[in-house]
């Protein structure tokens, strides 16, 4: 008898009967039911029946200043009750998206000329492709409506972001991606790169296919590319060196806007305030989401350079208003909590704490690279992803139907330890104000949930240790 059967009325049991999960398998979901998260404090996190996990992802790679900020907690409920709601259609406006507007500006990491809100990455990312069509219509080249991404990357889930996201069970059965929405290949040396080549001459060869594909279907008809600085739930993928050198320089030879998704890299998980700094891009937009108010409040920032901006501006005045106007854009409370968020950013200068926890953070990492799972170790800052494998040396992948991933972040939860699975990925992205000891604990529990599944892919025959 499950948890779901013995007590009808438990939390669990009302969520299965009630409650849609995203990214879950739905049916299976009927007969397991949910985690229920009660509360956290710091890193660490406590389901309804008092079991503590180190939250090892921030969630959705998100609450990066960690559980239990009472600023943010304080400046939320001040702003509620001064002015809980206003909007910033029809010119108007007040003080909280002025001043989180104008520190965004401050502290782009390339020059940026205004900023526009809406409540989450994916509309970030949706919104820029309408600034991106907008722009071409300006210039007089509305056949310019194609966009480029790369497979595997997770730019969101509304109809256009999910477009962008290069992950097939985002688009099956979905009817996506749209018309328009091409996707190259990842730049993932370790999977994509051919015996004796070196990351130099991958990156030179992606950047080619990525040229040949651009030709083929005219440069005139590409609007934009999107990446992120490292790609994260596409399993934290770090581009070779060289790649995002070649890649600009490709498409400022075709004039194709560049537009970097700071979603996740965003206010210092790479190390760098932006990651667009760390990985040396130079976009004509940037989209911020998640770390922007450490989650407290959904709220994302799209900030567009000047020539973007006039654009909008010129276009607007054609038609007689910018018809792109959200309920929630700049929402005062989501503003005010974003604004203190990025001063704790600041204050407490979150940047350089991440690269001073970084060597620990992969030394740890590189250690557990030796167990007999473990193919790949890769990340920045702290963010991070082990590839499990059947074979180190070959890399060959596990069958994908074993689900060895998922196997392992079960056992991991077991020990306490929340972690995902991207495929047969470990991702790793704690808090940002984890402390040395906290980052000791976390590796020693992923320690004991690849253990696990060693053991268990032992007895079954399916690993040879
Ligand atoms: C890089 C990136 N872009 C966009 C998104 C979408 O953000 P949201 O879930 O807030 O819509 C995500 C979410 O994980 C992301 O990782």
Same mark, same amino acid.
């Given at each position: 008898?499950?948890?779901?059967?013995?007590?009808?009325?438990?939390?669990?049991?009302?969520?299965?009967?009630?409650?849609?999960?995203?990214?879950?398998?739905?049916?299976?979901?009927?007969?397991?039911?949910?985690?229920?998260?009660?509360?956290?404090?710091?890193?660490?996190?406590?389901?309804?029946?008092?079991?503590?996990?180190?939250?090892?992802?921030?969630?959705?790679?998100?609450?990066?200043?960690?559980?239990?900020?009472?600023?943010?907690?304080?400046?939320?409920?001040?702003?509620?009750?001064?002015?809980?709601?206003?909007?910033?259609?029809?010119?108007?406006?007040?003080?909280?998206?002025?001043?989180?507007?104008?520190?965004?500006?401050?502290?782009?990491?390339?020059?940026?000329?205004?900023?526009?809100?809406?409540?989450?990455?994916?509309?970030?990312?949706?919104?820029?492709?309408?600034?991106?069509?907008?722009?071409?219509?300006?210039?007089?080249?509305?056949?310019?409506?194609?966009?480029?991404?790369?497979?595997?990357?997770?730019?969101?889930?509304?109809?256009?972001? $999910?477009?962008?996201?290069?992950?097939?069970?985002?688009?099956?059965?979905?009817?996506?991606?749209?018309?328009?929405?091409?996707?190259?290949?990842?730049?993932?040396?370790?999977?994509?790169?051919?015996?004796?080549?070196?990351?130099?001459?991958?990156? $030179?060869?992606?950047?080619?296919?990525?040229?040949?594909?651009?030709?083929?279907?005219?440069?005139?008809?590409?609007?934009?590319?999107?990446?992120?600085? &490292?790609?994260?739930?596409?399993?934290?993928?770090?581009?070779?060196?060289?790649?995002?050198?070649?890649?600009?320089?490709?498409?400022?030879?075709?004039?194709?806007?560049?537009?970097?998704?700071?979603?996740?890299?965003?206010?210092?998980? *790479?190390?760098?305030?932006?990651?667009?700094?760390?990985?040396?891009?130079?976009?004509?937009?940037? &989209?911020?989401?998640?770390?922007?108010?450490?989650?407290?409040?959904?709220?994302?920032?799209?900030?567009?350079?000047?020539?973007?901006?006039?654009?909008?501006?010129?276009?607007?005045?054609?038609?007689?208003?910018?018809?792109?106007?959200?309920?929630?854009?700049?929402?005062?409370?989501?503003?005010?909590?974003?604004?203190?968020?990025?001063?704790?950013?600041?204050?407490?200068?979150?940047?350089?704490?991440?690269?001073?926890?970084?060597?620990?953070?992969?030394?740890?990492?590189?250690?557990?690279?030796?167990?007999?799972?473990?193919?790949? &170790?890769?990340?920045?800052?702290?963010?991070?992803?082990?590839?499990?494998?059947?074979?180190? $040396?070959?890399?060959?992948?596990?069958?994908?139907?074993?689900? &060895?991933?998922?196997?392992?972040?079960?056992? $991991?939860?077991?020990?306490?330890?929340?972690?995902?699975?991207?495929?047969?990925?470990?991702?790793?992205?704690?808090?940002?104000?984890?402390?040395?000891?906290?980052?000791?604990?976390?590796?020693?529990?992923?320690?004991?949930?690849?253990?696990?599944?060693?053991?268990?892919?032992?007895?079954?025959?399916? *690993?040879?240790?």
């Amino acid at each position: 008898m499950t948890v779901l059967q013995d007590r009808p009325n438990s939390i669990e049991a009302r969520d299965v009967q009630s409650v849609i999960h995203g990214g879950t398998n739905l049916r299976r979901h009927l007969e397991r039911g949910p985690l229920v998260i009660d509360k956290g404090e710091g890193i660490w996190v406590t389901d309804i029946h008092g079991k503590r996990y180190i939250e090892g992802m921030s969630g959705l790679w998100c609450i990066s200043l960690g559980y239990g900020q009472e600023r943010l907690v304080a400046v939320g409920t001040e702003q509620m009750r001064r002015l809980p709601y206003y909007h910033l259609t029809n010119h108007r406006g007040h003080s909280p998206v002025v001043d989180l507007a104008e520190k965004l500006l401050q502290i782009a990491p390339v020059p940026m000329a205004r900023v526009w809100f809406s409540n989450s990455g994916s509309e970030g990312n949706d919104c820029a492709a309408r600034f991106a069509w907008y722009y071409w219509n300006a210039q007089g080249k509305p056949q310019r409506r194609k966009f480029l991404a790369h497979r595997q990357a997770y730019h969101g889930n509304t109809i256009a972001a $999910a477009s962008l996201t290069g992950v097939p069970h985002n688009h099956r059965y979905f009817n996506l991606p749209l018309d328009g929405f091409l996707h190259v290949r990842c730049p993932h040396f370790y999977r994509e790169g051919l015996p004796g080549e070196s990351e130099e001459a991958f990156a $030179a060869r992606l950047v080619g296919e990525i040229e040949e594909t651009i030709i083929h279907e005219g440069p005139d008809t590409i609007a934009a590319f999107f990446t992120e600085p &490292v790609m994260a739930a596409g399993g934290v993928i770090v581009p070779p060196a060289a790649y995002f050198e070649k890649l600009q320089w490709l498409l400022r030879k075709y004039d194709i806007l560049l537009v970097c998704d700071e979603v996740v890299s965003g206010f210092g998980r *790479l190390g760098d305030m932006f990651g667009t700094t760390t990985m040396k891009l130079a976009p004509d937009m940037i &989209v911020c989401a998640k770390g922007l108010s450490s989650a407290y409040l959904p709220i994302s920032a799209l900030m567009v350079n000047q020539r973007i901006f006039d654009a909008a501006a010129q276009l607007s005045d054609d038609v007689g208003v910018f018809g792109l106007s959200l309920t929630y854009s700049g929402h005062p409370v989501a503003a005010a909590v974003a604004r203190e968020a990025v001063r704790i950013y600041e204050e407490q200068d979150i940047p350089a704490r991440v690269r001073a926890l970084e060597p620990l953070f992969f030394a740890g990492l590189r250690q557990l690279g030796e167990h007999p799972l473990v193919g790949e &170790v890769r990340g920045r800052g702290l963010v991070a992803g082990l590839e499990l494998v059947q074979d180190k $040396a070959t890399r060959q992948p596990f069958d994908r139907a074993l689900g &060895v991933g998922r196997a392992c972040i079960v056992h $991991a939860e077991k020990h306490g330890l929340l972690a995902r699975a991207v495929g047969d990925t470990i991702t790793l992205c704690p808090p940002l104000i984890i402390s040395e000891a906290e980052i000791g604990e976390l590796l020693a529990r992923v320690k004991a949930a690849l253990d696990d599944t060693a053991a268990d892919l032992a007895k079954t025959g399916h *690993l040879n240790i």
